[in-house]
């Protein structure tokens, strides 16, 4: 069955640039989406096909998706983007979820 | 947009079955999306359970799919979820969510758009 692994957690300070990675067998074949988690409340989509960004999701939230490896990239981070990140693909009409990357924002 | 709000018992006893319903406002189950159960065990990660077409087509996460029945109620626009035989495993917020599947010019592409609150349930005697 396919698997997507990501870090368990980064660590970022405000303001710089923190990138999270998930990583799956030729993984750029097939699209990524990535959705946030704050405690207590439902994940949010934040990039689905790699690279976009539903509305209301601010800019510095980008996505890129490359060999084995997509990357969540948050550029010039924020206190409230300290949360669960986790990136999503569909194998097989199976939907596959990564384990998860909690940033905390230090 | 679409609001969905899952219900149903907190507890279930092991080697029980556990029962939910989403009850969708907003959009008609009849329309061209997945609708999907994903659960996530405290503290840990999320897992897709399983999900239903408006056609009646279902999908299954093969590790659960001898346990697992959604179906779909709709005159009254509900989606539901079955887990047989289940034990302290199975206890997990249960989300209901809709997961779009669409055409691009290179293939399909999809994601999870609209999600419930979500409820907890225990497995527990």
């Known amino acids: 069955s396919y698997e997507l692994t990501q870090p368990p957690s980064v660590s970022v300070s405000p303001g710089q640039t923190v990138r999270i990675t998930c990583s799956g067998d030729k993984l750029e074949d097939r699209p990524v989406c990535w959705y946030q988690q704050k405690p207590g409340q439902s994940p949010v989509l934040v990039i689905y096909e790699d690279t976009k960004r539903p509305s209301g999701i601010p800019e510095r939230f980008s996505g890129s998706n490359s060999g084995n490896t997509a990357t969540l990239t948050i550029s010039g981070t924020q206190p409230i983007d300290e949360a669960d990140f986790y990136c999503q693909a569909w194998d097989s009409s199976t939907i596959i979820f990564g384990g998860g990357t909690k940033v905390t924002v230090l | 947009q679409v609001h969905l709000q899952e219900s149903g018992p907190g507890l279930v006893k092991p080697s029980g079955t556990l029962s939910l319903t989403c009850t969708v406002s907003?959009?008609?189950?009849?329309?061209?999306?997945?609708w999907s159960w994903v659960r996530q065990p405290p503290g840990k990660g999320l897992e897709w359970v399983g999900q239903?077409?408006?056609?009646?087509?279902?999908n299954y996460n093969p590790s659960l799919k001898t346990r697992v029945t959604v179906s779909a109620d709709k005159s009254r626009n509900q989606i539901s979820l079955k887990v047989t035989s289940v034990t302290a495993a199975d206890t997990a917020v249960y989300y209901c969510?809709?997961?779009?599947?669409?055409?691009?010019?290179?293939?399909?592409?999809?994601?999870?758009?609209?999600w419930g609150q979500g409820i907890l349930v225990s497995v527990s005697s």
């Open positions: 969510a809709t997961f779009h599947i669409y055409n691009t010019a290179w293939g399909k592409s999809y994601y999870f758009d609209s």
């Open positions: 239903i077409y408006h056609s009646g087509s279902t």
């Open positions: 907003g959009d008609s189950i009849n329309s061209a999306n997945w």
